[in-house]
């Protein structure tokens, strides 16, 4: 039976990266904005002009848990939360591992919550498919799999409903704008092809075995093997090279005491004994 309060946005709405990272960079922990006030101080301080609806990259911010809203009436009001903070402070040292975390947030928000924003399993589900066949597939294709998928997934809903049946090919472009603002790229410029990423931040791949923990039924304790397809699980989450992939895990487990490899009679092993959340970067 549906959940009276169940999300049914399945539409990426289009809150580009470049918006979401200036939004987030002038939101503040002890002071509330507006959106109106956010698109204001984006103009006169910083000389970046928000699209017409200027709710979107703040709603986008608090779907991803990097804000907090207070509603008064029509009013909403925007404040950076904990891990917002956290995530702001890496934009301003260190912008590519920011587009990382964002990508993770989105790719990882969805865990099955009726109240959660479904567009966040659809933005997971376009990645898996992408990662899968190695390319980017025509913006219309990964639209009409997601919206099959959807509808096999989610059958008690009423697609009648603009908003439940809303995922199409624009939605896939936001898809694409996001994976295509990571650095580097998982798409060479005018290639459709995936070129698995090479990145150097350990911390990313670790952020990815914890993924892998959480959505293979893994126990945090329990060693697993590292066998290719458990590496390219891994590596999926944020399409790394799977090489790449594997060294980043091996340092990690040197330089954080929360992972241990091992070898085994059945090849190597890795054990995540703990959460690895943004908050342990």
Known sequence: MANNFEDTHFYLDNASPVEVTNVLRVLSPSHEFTPKEISDTLRDSYGFSMQKDYTLSPRRLFDLGLTGQNKKGSVVKYTLTELGSKVQNILGIDPALAMDLLH?????GYTGKPTQRKYLWSYRR????VWGN?????STELASTIQSEMREKFDWLDYGKRTGARFNDKAAVQVYSWLRSLEPSPFEKSSSTVT?????????????????YQTSDYTYGDPVIMDNEFIKLVSGVFMLDPECCKGLLGI???INQSVKISETLSGASINLMRPFKIDSI
């Not at 993770?104 to 990882?108: I, T």
């Not at 376009?126 to 498919?129: L, Q, T, V």
């Not at 990423?197 to 993924?211: C, G, M, Q, S, V």
């Open 104 to 108: 993770y947030l989105h790719y990882s």
């Open 126 to 129: 376009c990645c898996e498919i």
């Open 134 to 138: 190695m390319r980017a597939l025509r």
């Open 196 to 212: 698995p990423r090479k990145i150097d931040r350990y911390e990313i791949a670790l952020l990815a075995l914890d993924e892998a």
């Open 252 to 254: 990690g487990a040197r």
